[in-house]
């Protein structure tokens, strides 16, 4: 396999990281000098608390900010390398065992009973009822889709009780929108097309950290994901364990994706349509896919989140709205070339 | 050797194989026929570990039980090429042949497992295909690539023991000339003494001119097992298959037609 043009492209894909990044911290509500990011950057090196409003802004809400697109982004397109290698499926999202859905349902919940009983918003309240929300469908999802004959659950028995129960939880979705009061029914519609208005250092330490670690086990994987891609059966002979496969892959998918849901609410398309992208440049190996998922994911996500900020400056564009409009077009094109088959 | 001692494999009350006993030696191509239905593709599922007899039977690699293998340990040393392989993603020849090192090393191929690759290529006329998208090779075209892969598998003979190589219905997608092809590179692998291979094929014709040891299964049972006289019979291909064969020699070969 050509390791050389793999480099090529992963070298590539970090210039354009550090590139979107810089753009990312600098423009904004308030648009911020280099100066003062290297300035505010070595201030908080040296623990020097004498900072500047802008130098303030810079390490509080844009670096967070930019550091928690970089994760989040890189955890959904991985999410979506692996689910789609999984399952054998090139139209799978990393949601698709229920998690974000689930993860949804939890939040609007928040959001609605929050204000009938008086829960205190705090800084956790959400993230944990979003969590709680993702890991329970999800394991809705799994119960459901065992045989009752064999107990095994196959991959097409999960992903249509993935789609089922996804289903499922988005009509709940609806119906605490549908009888939610207004200013609830708009945190409810906000935080289902993703928002990373939230980010902080808390947010940033804890979806960081479990990026990396799912990251680096699913890069361990990466070579039984390909030879996935001839049949379970198959994979079987070439001496790969396939039980054990399934169970990383999805409990790795599973605590990504319902840590990144939990803070920053549902972001689609991103986790189906960088796989993609990836694949036409340099075909299916899931080392690359993966490795160089992680960079063009968080490349997406930091950009269309400095959209979402600008476009409608001072105010904000939920972030989902950006990836599909921007997304979907570029999609569409890429999938009618030609050099793309299936 | 491989061996298969009493197995029966049940599945929904339907006895797919019934007490099945059959040894498959090494240096000689074993081929299993039967009508469809019969319970070949079961047999090859059981013999590779697939799936587990229900009854008390066992599966024989040399002389070790098939359950003291790891997955990853069998892998090594046996290869199976299964039927209707489908790729879910677009992949490069090369990659697809690289799958059958994958037992072999962790991280990143060696040189060893480029050479097997390469040769196992050049063996099945694929090597000029190497670049090319799987994807949109012809269906035998497509074959042949897994002839390489499996046989990219278990390229290098183990330290101690047998390589087995499993094939079911390897002629499916290939016009004659190729299957032919195959039949005489897979003979000519035997000069190997330490090579099984056990292969299902549904051309009794085929089977009679390359077979060593012939297995007819029929419902699941033995029919008949031994070399081309003992189990193309007459009686046994009119008890199979319900047809009424007319059988002529010709000098060494042996010849089958319907009417």
Known sequence: MDNKQYRGTSFILLILLVIVLLLSMKYGAVNISLDEIFSGFSKWLHNNENMTLNERIFLQIRLPRALLCIFVGATLAVGGVLMQALFRNPIVEPGLVGTSSGAAFGAALYFVMGATFKVNAGEWTLPLAACAGGILSTAFVFMLSQSKQTGKSSIVALLLTGIAINALFMSGVGFLSYIARDPQARSITFWNLGTLSGASWHSVIIIGTSTVICIAIALRYARHLNALMIGEEEAQYLGINIKKLKAVILLVNVVMVATATAFVGVISFVGLIVPHLLRMINGSDNRFLIRNGALLGAILLSAADLVARMALRPAELPIGIVTSIIGVPVFIVLLRSKNYFF | ?259
């Open chain 2, 1 to 259: 050797m491989l061996s298969a001692k009493n197995i029966t494999y049940t599945i929904d009350g339907k006895t797919l194989l019934d007490d099945v006993s059959v040894n498959f030696e090494a240096g000689k191509l074993n081929l299993i026929i039967g009508p469809n239905g019969a319970g070949k593709s079961t047999l090859v599922k059981v013999i590779c570990n697939q799936v587990q007899p229900s009854g008390k039977g066992t599966i024989y690699y040399g002389d070790k039980d098939v359950r003291t293998f790891s997955i990853a340990e069998l892998a090594r040393i046996r290869s199976v090429l299964s039927q209707n392989i489908e790729l879910a993603f677009p992949l490069k020849v090369s990659e697809v042949v690289m799958m059958g090192r994958y037992p072999h090393f962790t991280g990143k191929p060696g040189p060893k497992d480029e050479a097997a690759c390469e040769e196992a290529m050049r063996f099945f006329d694929v090597l000029d295909m190497a670049g090319r998208n799987y994807m949109t090779l012809s269906g035998g075209e497509k074959q042949r690539v897994h002839f390489a892969r499996v046989l990219a598998q278990i390229w290098y003979k183990p330290a101690e023991g047998c390589r087995y190589l499993v094939l079911d219905e390897p002629l499916t997608f290939l016009d004659v000339r190729y299957q032919f092809d195959f039949m005489n590179k897979v003979t000519s692998l035997l000069k190997d003494e330490n090579l099984v291979v056990v292969g299902v094929v549904h051309d009794l014709n085929l089977a009679a001119k390359f077979a060593g040891h012939i297995v007819l299964l029929h419902q699941g049972k033995v029919l008949s097992a031994g070399n081309r006289e003992q189990v193309l019979s007459k009686e046994n291909i009119r008890a199979a298959y319900g047809l009424e064969p007319v059988i002529h020699h010709d000098k060494d070969e042996m010849y089958l037609f319907f009417r």
